[in-house]
């Protein structure tokens, strides 16, 4: 009878699960801070996020309000037609100006 008398305080098996309890409770928190940190890129309307930039396995995805569009390149330089509009300029402070070009821009 003095299996009986002897009290649950002496189970190894309730401090396991007492430290996995813990363990829930730190991983909550952690996915609630992830969600709501204002740096996700995925909490905004619009977003544009860029996977290695300038490499041949760029990756683009685009989020506007609850649709996705991945873009994904296939390694070749792209050719098109089309005419100079303007120089760019960056400033020492790092701003970018753009300065069209033409006939028509000159007045």
Known sequence: MR???EGE???PILSLVNLIDVFLVV???LM???VRNPL???SNQSVV???NPGKADMKITVKEGREL???QTNGSIGEGE??????TYRLPDGRMIYVPEGKDDMR
């Open 82 to 87: 089309g005419i100079r509009a303007g120089i």
């Open 3 to 5: 299996f009986l008398e």
């Open 40 to 42: 996700n890129p995925f």
């Open 9 to 11: 305080s002496d189970d």
């Open 49 to 51: 996020v860029v996977e």
């Open 32 to 34: 609630i801070i992830i």
């Open 27 to 29: 991983v909550a928190m």
């Open 69 to 71: 569009t991945r873009y």
